[in-house]
């Protein structure tokens, strides 16, 4: 990966990680079909890059449901086995679903390497990114939060002394194998969080009357090199999974018109529900702002799945209903993918004008196609942006002239 993306990022000092080889492993239940899965696998495969882990192999086996002791069939596991046997490099097997302590200690039992599920795996991505003591808390308590109902079966999994992807966070300074220990720790990080909570509440109440803007979009779509975009901030942009785990703030001025502008954190598709629970604190930036500039990878195959687990996001958290600008950012990828070399300027346009109004009349708000790397159509996205902003102030101040 070019040096470029990891600008801005200082080195971390210390014993150097080495690199993990895995294999993935899903199954295709009735409810979804086989293209779907091998999508969430792929999506898998990026999660684990993203940690620090080469994929080897994927292994998908069609089931109604996950099986209770081995979540896959005898047969299936056998083979997996077999697969690992042979190749001695495989440390770590990370399933598509979670798995409960029973299933988690057969497994690890059974094929003698580490057992990491979906869940565990974005845990452990967020907390090796977590940078602030918020983030750090809320990752956490996450963590606490998922592991209890796992205890069962689950002692050995929790002596956190081999390190690598799916042992960081919470057990690594101590051997925790009990409940009430747990619970005691989930208590204790909770005041912790809400004295951080009480001391962020404050930050906002400074921020004064501005109207808040906050980026919101499924997890690398490119929101954080729209913030920089907009807001000539270096706030960090890596092509990788929740290169943004904390909350970045910014005001921006246009055209004398003030506005505080958001980065959060990314969503994705079966985000742990502790996670979004310990992280609620971190998106009231959401919640308590005035417009979501909604950003969608448009390149994305799947981009309209996307669009549908950050809805559904946002309607968890109480924001569905603010007013939002939607972003089809990557314009420039998806030309290259779907566009033929030999449409000329005019033709380019008019189509992109079509698929415009299609999402227009689909999702029934304003939309603006562009590429934030390329900086194509961002002056358009800044009139879009200025007339809501505009438009919120006269709504919020209808007796007050404004410059603007």
């Known amino acids: ?110 094929l003698k390497v580490k057992i990491v599920d979906r869940s565990t795996l974005i845990l452990d991505i967020f907390a090796e990114r977590a940078q602030t003591a918020q983030a750090k808390t809320q990752v956490e308590l996450a963590q606490m939060q998922y592991l209890l109902p796992r205890l069962r079966g689950l002692w050995t999994h929790l002596e956190r002394q081999r390190g690598g992807i799916g042992m960081r966070g919470p057990g690594e300074q101590e051997i925790e194998t009990d409940r009430r220990i747990i619970r005691d720790k989930i208590s204790i990080l909770k005041k912790r969080l809400e004295k951080i909570e009480q001391q962020t509440q404050t930050q906002r109440k400074n921020r004064g009357e501005l109207i808040r803007v906050a980026l919101v979009g499924y997890t690398n779509v490119g929101k954080s090199t729209l913030m920089n975009l907009l807001s000539k901030s270096e706030v960090f942009a890596e092509n990788k999974l929740f290169a943004t785990l904390d909350t970045t703030v910014r005001k921006v001025v246009w055209d004398a018109m003030p506005f505080l502008l958001s ?86 346009s008019d189509i992109i004008a079509d698929i415009s109004a299609k999402f227009t009349n689909m999702y029934h708000c304003p939309n603006v196609m562009i590429s934030a790397a390329e900086r194509e159509n961002i002056d358009e996205l800044r009139q879009v942006l200025t007339a809501l902003i505009s438009n919120e102030y006269t709504v919020r101040y209808p007796y007050q002239v404004k410059s603007w």
């Open 1 to 110: 990966m070019s040096d470029a993306w990891n600008v801005g990022r200082e080195e971390k000092k210390g014993i150097k990680r080495t690199e993990e080889h895995c294999i993935l492993i899903g199954i295709i239940s009735q409810d979804e079909s086989e293209a779907i899965v091998m999508e969430h696998l792929d999506e898998l495969e990026f999660l684990a890059t993203t940690a620090g882990a080469v994929t080897k192999k994927v292994f998908v086996q069609k089931l109604p449901h996950p099986h209770v002791k081995s979540f896959v069939g005898s047969g299936k596991l056998d083979e997996i086995k077999d697969y690992i046997t042979r190749n001695e490099e495989i440390s770590l097997a990370i399933f598509d679903d979670d798995l409960t302590g029973k299933q988690n200690s057969y497994l690890e039992e059974y």
């Open 263 to 348: 980065d959060t954190v990314g969503f994705i598709r079966k985000l742990p529900h502790h996670l979004i629970e310990s992280f609620k604190s971190t998106l009231d930036e959401v919640r308590e702002s005035d417009i979501l500039v909604h950003v969608i990878d448009v390149s994305h195959p799947q981009y309209e799945d996307q669009i549908q687990t950050v809805q559904n996001t946002l309607s968890e958290l109480g924001a569905a209903d603010k007013t939002t600008l939607m972003v089809f950012n990557k314009m420039d990828l998806y030309a290259q993918k779907y566009f033929d070399d030999y449409l000329d300027s005019q033709t380019k």
